[in-house]
């Protein structure tokens, strides 16, 4: 018995100092630099450990939060990251945060034991504050702003940070909204992020839209940044806003139709015409059909135009602003009236707006015709000639002569009108003289008749005279 005492007093003795000399691991410092910073900032964590065999580092996860260390690799939030260094460490890590609000983090470092594991009694925690980033989205573009109706646009974006992104449209009664990414057949619904799962970080999107209203209509379009599956960040969004065009087409409207050419045309004379319309997607002709008349153009000059049907196919109209050269030929003998009519198309839908026309009126005339027009050749009026002035004779010389009674048979004959000259056939463009002309014509043949009777008095009297002086 006393032999079994005395040996555990030994070894009680022996193994006394071993005992109080196992110390637990503790964390003797635990700093970082800097305390406050930027999203996407890098933090350098430093530590120091006392009887420990290692330690382990980790920060909780906070959403909107990430990690990287310095070579660009992702941490990951509260998991732990070991270390077999027994006195100093250290960490480098990125914080990016993408809540939208400034964030206190805190980090953790725990001591490991003899046997490598972590002595949670012996660790140190710390915080760290870092403001959001205000552009997770770095990119946000459309390829217009302004659209046309029909016709999709494409939007594109880019990001660093963000693992998703998520796009949300404005909620117009008037616009709708499609994409050939989402359902076929659905147009996209607006007010909330409409894609499930979420569209990557960086891509592009066409779309497409339809507006019922007559005036266009601004849009606006969001990128949401995705914090996690479902949860976005709508305090740093992107957006974009465009003009949509409206599908509302306004009728046509013939601004105008004309033509430098007279009202009356010979037959194969040139007759241009001209237009300008607005809404068209472009003009028919329709002839009046005339008998005997037919009509080219100089879009196509061998080519007879129908009449009373549209000239040209649908797949062929004219400009809705343009010129045109015509030609009619009038094989017949008389002058022959057409109407020619401008009826514009209409520019979303097939056919055309009849209501719009315009209308040209033109007279052809026969291929008999010389082509010249000629005036009707009036004769001038003939000028009257002065009466002679009777002369002057001595007053010792005083012939009387009187003229011979009349007899009764010449009393009894009545008066005949005086000749006028033999008839003239004028031609059929001959105009006869008026009634002052005819009388200045009679009133010169009396003159003249005088003027004979009275040289021959003259003649007599100076025979008279000379007879009297020998």
Not at 42 to 59: C, H, T, V
Not at 292 to 313: E, G, Q
Not at 367 to 389: L, N
Request: net charge positive.
């Amino acid at each position: 018995m006393k032999k079994l005492f005395l040996a555990v007093v030994l070894a009680a003795a022996v193994f006394s100092p071993l005992i109080s000399l196992a110390v637990n691991p503790a964390v003797t410092s635990f700093t970082v630099s800097p305390a406050y910073g930027p999203s996407g900032y890098f933090f350098a964590f430093l530590w120091s450990l006392e009887n420990a065999f290692g330690s382990s580092f980790l920060i909780p996860c906070i959403q909107g939060i990430k990690l990287k260390n310095l070579s660009g690799s992702a941490i990951t939030c509260g998991s732990r990251i070991a270390s077999q260094a027994a006195e100093n460490d250290g960490l480098g890590v990125k914080i990016i945060n993408i809540s939208g609000n400034q964030v206190s983090i805190s980090a953790r470092v725990v001591p490991k034991d003899s046997s490598s594991k972590d002595y949670d009694a012996g660790g140190q925690t710390l915080y760290v504050s870092v403001s959001p980033n205000q552009q997770p989205i770095e990119k946000f573009t459309t390829s217009t702003t302004t659209t046309v109706s029909g016709s999709p646009i494409t939007i594109s974006w880019s990001s660093t940070d963000l693992d998703n992104v998520n796009l949300s449209v404005e909620c117009k009664p008037e616009i709708k909204v499609s994409s050939p990414t989402y359902t076929a057949g659905l147009y996209l619904p607006c007010g909330k992020p409409v894609f499930q799962p979420d569209l990557a970080k960086s891509g592009s999107l066409t779309l497409s839209f339809s507006n019922s209203s007559v005036d266009a209509l601004p849009h606006t379009l969001t990128l949401l940044p995705s914090m996690a599956p479902g949860v976005y960040n709508a305090v740093y969004s992107a957006t974009i806003t465009i003009t949509v065009a409206s599908d509302v087409v306004p009728d046509p409207v013939v601004n105008y139709f004309t033509t430098s050419a007279p009202s009356t045309v010979y037959s194969g004379q040139i007759m241009p015409i001209s237009w300008s319309t607005a809404n068209a997607k472009g003009v028919n002709l329709k002839i009046l059909c005339a008998k005997d008349i037919t009509a080219t153009s100089s879009k196509n000059p061998s080519s007879i135009l129908s009449c009373d049907a549209y000239a040209f196919a649908d797949n062929d109209l004219l400009p809705s602003v343009g010129s045109l050269n015509l030609s009619f030929q009038n094989n017949g003998s008389s002058l022959s009236s057409i109407n020619i009519n401008l009826i514009p198309a209409f520019k979303a839908k097939v056919g055309y707006d009849a209501t719009k026309s315009k209308t040209l009126s033109v007279e052809i005339r026969p291929k008999s015709s010389t082509g010249v027009i000629t005036a009707p050749i009036v004769p001038s009026p003939t000028k009257p000639v002065p009466a002679p002035t009777a002369p002057i004779f001595p007053s010792a010389i005083r012939p009387v002569v009187a003229p011979p009674p009349p007899s009764q048979n010449q009393s009894a004959q009545p008066q005949t009108a005086p000749a006028l000259g033999p008839k003239i056939y004028a031609p059929g463009s001959y105009v006869p003289p008026t009634t002052a002309e005819t009388t200045t014509k009679k009133d010169y043949q009396i003159t003249k008749s005088v003027r004979s009777r009275f040289l021959s008095w003259i003649r007599e009297v100076s025979l008279m005279a000379l007879s009297w002086f020998y």
